[in-house]
């Protein structure tokens, strides 16, 4: 697989893994030499791009990542986040938390579950508006000198706190959803990033699984499926956004591709410091996926992808109200 370039010339793989579904959001989590093993083959199919979190879990998954991708020390990138408080019984307390003293807490637990002696890239999982972002950069810049983190990120962060962070520790990446049916980003982020030299990196690309063409209005989800209560996954919501599956599906087709790699190359097109971190539990999910790195699409084709989507309203708040304020500060 051929690399890209986020900011501060981090260079990885042009399609990397979300790695949070194996261990939550999307149902069980996943089985863990099952999971280890998807891992690994995601090393053998050229990923050298891994994102994880101490809050997915909590903390389960950077154990898993750390110990998959231990024999690959010096070979991949692992990205991992601080930013929400987590209770004495192990569990998201539903706060922020980007105190300085807790990032560096944060950050000595992560570097032990990683089995990492440096962090490849620590972002900022979500915007503290009780902590100045000027600190919570300053700290990671105290963090990068210590040797103990090599590159800072941010996400979903809107463009003041992207400059303001930025003057003062380099960010290499932002953090974002941004997909054919998540595209507000756009206008306001976008060209911001290309100003400064800062990469994208595109969490749920499938719009959690969406724009695979594997879900409809019928599909039942599981109790502990994060999508059970997103108001874009109702059943009213998944009845109205089915043509934009249809869409997808008529054009993938014509381009001897599926849904999924066709969504996935769109985004590769946009620009070349964007590398997408699609997340599955399936090897063959994983493969197909990865198969988008090799579809190079025309500038007829683009527009024509364009303006098929930008014909669908897409129906359903991506967030429930209450995490919707987490995002764009």
């Not at 991949?76 to 998201?92: L, P, R």
Request: proline share 5%; with cysteine; charged share 25%.
């Amino acid at each position: 697989m051929e690399n890209r370039k986020l900011g501060q010339g981090l260079e990885v793989s042009a399609l990397g893994l979300g790695c949070m579904g194996l261990s939550m959001a999307y149902g069980p989590p996943t089985e863990r030499n099952a999971a280890i093993a998807l891992i690994r083959r995601a090393v053998d199919n050229g990923v050298t791009f891994f994102d994880t979190a101490e809050v997915y879990g909590p903390f389960t998954n950077e154990e898993l990542v750390g110990e998959a991708l231990e024999p690959f020390k010096g070979q991949v990138v692992i990205a991992t986040k601080f930013g929400f408080g987590i209770g004495e019984d192990g569990k998201q307390n539903g706060r922020l938390d980007s105190r300085p003293a807790h990032i560096r807490d944060v950050v000595e637990a992560s570097l032990k579950r990683l089995r990492v002696e440096s962090i490849d890239l620590l972002y900022q999982h979500r915007v503290d508006p009780d902590v100045p972002i000027e600190d919570v950069a300053g700290t990671v810049k105290e963090l990068i000198a210590a040797g103990k983190v090599k590159h800072f990120g941010l996400s979903e962060a809107g463009v003041q706190t992207i400059r303001r962070a930025h003057a003062v520790q380099p960010v290499t990446a932002l953090q974002s959803e941004y997909s054919l049916w998540w595209r507000e980003r756009e206008d306001d982020v976008l060209p911001v990033l290309e100003e400064l030299g800062i990469g994208f990196v595109p969490f749920s690309p499938l719009g959690r699984g969406f724009l695979t063409g594997t879900i409809d209005a019928s599909t039942k989800f599981d109790s502990n499926d994060f999508r059970l209560g997103n108001p874009r996954f109702s059943e009213e919501a998944r009845a109205a956004n089915q043509r934009l599956i249809d869409v997808l599906a008529r054009l993938a087709a014509e381009f001897k591709a599926t849904p999924a790699q066709l969504a996935l190359a769109w985004l590769l097109a946009q620009k070349p410091w964007i590398v997408p971190i699609p997340g599955t539990t399936k090897v063959p999910r994983l493969e197909e996926n990865l198969g988008a790195a090799k579809i190079t699409l025309s500038a007829q084709q683009l527009r024509e992808i364009d303006d098929a989507a930008s014909a669908v309203t897409v129906q359903g708040a991506r967030y429930p109200a209450h995490l919707e304020q987490l995002t764009g500060r």
